[in-house]
């Protein structure tokens, strides 16, 4: 049977104030783009008009600026979670606008099934094709898996935007798999990167699909600015220091599974490390597939993907595609669940590589928030890698803004992840290994390896007035730093002296 076809105008008629929207996608890819883009515009004729539009936004990952950019520049967002990268999402969170709930990208469909967000009145699901079943409709998605099957299970209705700039060819990319809740679950049967344990679609309830809305719009991911010497210098620390390891016997001779995260850094630490004649052929588990792995991919360098979303170019897409039958046979999308699974984190070994904020001199890390207070990002799945990754490694540039900004600091003004968890801070100074180590041999690893040359003096002069005890900390002086900028605009002109009186 076919089911009915909608414009975008139709299907975001369709969303009421106060709806829970649940939504495809992971990272910009994968979600829809046709309804949201008319779902803003209806938010504001409707606030013109005196009446109030607002919908809860529940993803697997961040989303684009068609969705979350727009929809919070029309004041139209409630609530929002996991995770977000947009200017304009961030900027009117920051004004207290938005509730937003940053959590473990891993947490979210257990959480969603949990019943805590309450009921989702709507999932919109972006799809390369589907079959139009009269009981059942098979979903095949575009290039994420997200949170769908647990969207498209849960929710009361059902939106399918037909996205044909896809090749319905994503479909042999994808291992779509949903956990059992407690108390009925089992072990993820993930033994090997390149293991597929589901199917190729989703299964959705017909009943449920109130209609098609067909587009053919590109994805909004862009290409990362290129390499610059502090980045390349960064992924070759990395790449040294595995290789260190590896030649100490620390990681296997086969080595292990890798997870990077998102940015420029982590593209830097993946070239470093396919460029590296020493690093032997690896496989990649992470959360999200960037261009680097692709290319690497085809290379030889890389063995096997596993990701929960393809967030790559267009270009790059469209090569995917076109050569489906390689890259089916290497690169699996799954469910964010299981890409950030700590069962299967663990049990392959996987290497976690993430970018910080900033660091303090015991190894907690910050990666979310600016001098405390203000949203950056978000935690995203760094943590669900972090803890349970056969090594920890979180990247940073030792400065910012042309120097003022110290990224090892004293004490973290917002924390993420705790020492505990942290087992290696590399930046372009270099390397501090925090293994076997308490906190004051980690301290000077830190600011000896990591800091910039022009914070070390300030560094160490802390380590000296700070109150005795296991973990050294001056209550007093421990944020002077943060609060000299915010002040002066520089941490370089911060006096300890003057929160010591």
């Given at each position: 049977?076919?089911?009915?076809?909608?414009?975008?105008?139709?299907?975001?008629?369709?969303?009421?104030?106060?709806?829970?929207?649940?939504?495809?996608?992971?990272?910009?890819?994968?979600?829809?783009?046709?309804?949201?883009?008319?779902?803003?515009?209806?938010?504001?004729?409707?606030?013109?008009?005196?009446?109030?539009?607002?919908?809860?936004?529940?993803?697997?990952?961040?989303?684009?600026?068609?969705?979350?950019?727009?929809?919070?520049?029309?004041?139209?967002?409630?609530?929002?979670?996991?995770?977000?990268?947009?200017?304009?999402?961030?900027?009117?969170?920051?004004?207290?606008?938005?509730?937003?709930?940053?959590?473990?990208?891993?947490?979210?469909?257990?959480?969603?099934?949990?019943?805590?967000?309450?009921?989702?009145?709507?999932?919109?699901?972006?799809?390369?094709?589907?079959?139009?079943?009269?009981?059942?409709?098979?979903?095949?998605?575009?290039?994420?898996?997200?949170i769908v099957p647990t969207i498209a299970r849960l929710a009361k209705k059902v939106l399918i935007e037909k996205n044909t700039f896809h090749s319905p060819a994503s479909r042999y990319?994808?291992?779509?798999?949903?956990?059992?809740?407690?108390?009925?679950?089992?072990?993820?049967?993930?033994?090997?990167?390149?293991?597929?344990?589901?199917?190729?679609?989703?299964?959705?309830?017909?009943?449920?699909?109130?209609?098609?809305?067909?587009?053919?719009?590109?994805?909004?991911?862009?290409?990362?600015?290129?390499?610059?010497?502090?980045?390349?210098?960064?992924?070759?620390?990395?790449?040294?220091?595995?290789?260190c390891d590896l030649k100490k016997g620390h990681i296997p001779p086969q080595f292990l599974p890798l997870q990077s995260g998102v940015g420029v850094t982590s593209n830097a630490v993946?070239?470093?490390?396919?460029?590296?004649?020493?690093?032997?052929?690896?496989?990649?588990?992470?959360?999200?597939?960037?261009?680097?792995?692709?290319?690497?991919?085809?290379?030889?360098?890389?063995?096997?993907?596993?990701?929960?979303?393809?967030?790559?170019?267009?270009?790059?897409?469209?090569?995917?595609?076109?050569?489906?039958?390689?890259?089916?046979?290497?690169?699996?999308?799954?469910?964010?669940?299981?890409?950030?699974?700590?069962?299967?984190?663990?049990?392959?070994?996987?290497?976690?590589?993430?970018?910080?904020?900033?660091?303090?001199?015991?190894?907690?890390?910050?990666?979310?928030?600016?001098?405390?207070?203000?949203?950056?990002?978000?935690?995203?799945?760094?943590?669900?890698?972090?803890?349970?990754?056969?090594?920890?490694?979180?990247?940073?540039?030792?400065?910012?803004?042309?120097?003022?900004?110290?990224?090892?600091?004293?004490?973290?003004?917002?924390?993420?992840?705790?020492?505990?968890?942290?087992?290696?801070?590399?930046?372009?100074?270099?390397?501090?290994?925090?293994?076997?180590?308490?906190?004051?041999?980690?301290?000077?690893?830190?600011?000896?390896?990591?800091?910039?040359?022009?914070?070390?003096?300030?560094?160490?002069?802390?380590?000296?007035?700070?109150?005795?005890?296991?973990?050294?900390?001056?209550?007093?002086?421990?944020?002077?730093?943060?609060?000299?900028?915010?002040?002066?605009?520089?941490?370089?002109?911060?006096?300890?002296?003057?929160?010591?009186?």
């Open positions: 049977m076919a089911y009915i076809r909608l414009s975008a105008a139709e299907a975001a008629a369709m969303i009421n104030d106060q709806d829970t929207i649940g939504l495809s996608g992971f990272t910009p890819n994968g979600v829809p783009k046709a309804t949201f883009r008319e779902l803003s515009k209806r938010a504001v004729a409707e606030h013109e008009a005196g009446r109030p539009f607002q919908v809860g936004i529940l993803t697997g990952a961040s989303t684009s600026q068609s969705i979350e950019g727009d929809m919070a520049a029309a004041h139209a967002i409630k609530f929002r979670a996991p995770f977000s990268t947009n200017k304009d999402f961030r900027t009117h969170t920051n004004l207290g606008e938005i509730d937003y709930e940053d959590m473990h990208l891993g947490h979210m469909a257990e959480r969603l099934r949990r019943g805590f967000y309450g009921e989702i009145d709507l999932a919109i699901i972006e799809v390369s094709d589907l079959e139009e079943g009269e009981t059942t409709c098979k979903a095949f998605l575009t290039s994420a898996g997200g990319l994808h291992d779509v798999y949903e956990i059992a809740e407690c108390p009925f679950r089992t072990p993820i049967p993930i033994l090997n990167v390149g293991d597929r344990i589901g199917k190729e679609y989703v299964e959705i309830d017909a009943h449920k699909i109130i209609g098609v809305v067909e587009c053919c719009i590109p994805e909004e991911a862009r290409a990362f600015k290129p390499l610059d010497p502090v980045t390349e210098q960064m992924g070759h620390n990395v790449a040294d220091f595995l290789v993946l070239e470093a490390l396919g460029q590296n004649p020493n690093v032997p052929v690896f496989s990649v588990y992470t959360e999200v597939v960037q261009d680097a792995v692709v290319k690497y991919m085809r290379e030889g360098r890389i063995k096997d993907a596993s990701c929960s979303s393809l967030t790559v170019t267009n270009d790059t897409l469209k090569e995917v595609y076109d050569d489906i039958d390689y890259f089916k046979k290497h690169l699996t999308i799954r469910q964010s669940e299981i890409s950030n699974s700590p069962e299967v984190i663990r049990r392959l070994g996987v290497i976690a590589m993430n970018t910080a904020i900033e660091c303090d001199i015991y190894g907690n890390e910050n990666s979310s928030h600016i001098c405390g207070s203000k949203l950056m990002n978000g935690i995203g799945g760094s943590c669900d890698y972090e803890r349970n990754g056969y090594i920890s490694i979180f990247t940073t540039q030792s400065t910012t803004k042309n120097g003022c900004i110290s990224a090892i600091v004293p004490m973290c003004s917002h924390v993420d992840s705790t020492e505990h968890d942290v087992d290696v801070i590399v930046t372009e100074q270099g390397v501090a290994d925090l293994r076997g180590k308490g906190p004051l041999r980690r301290a000077k690893e830190i600011i000896e390896n990591c800091a910039h040359p022009d914070y070390r003096p300030m560094l160490r002069e802390y380590l000296k007035f700070a109150e005795k005890g296991h973990e050294p900390q001056s209550m007093r002086a421990a944020l002077a730093m943060h609060d000299t900028f915010l002040k002066k605009g520089d941490m370089r002109l911060t006096d300890f002296g003057e929160y010591l009186k």
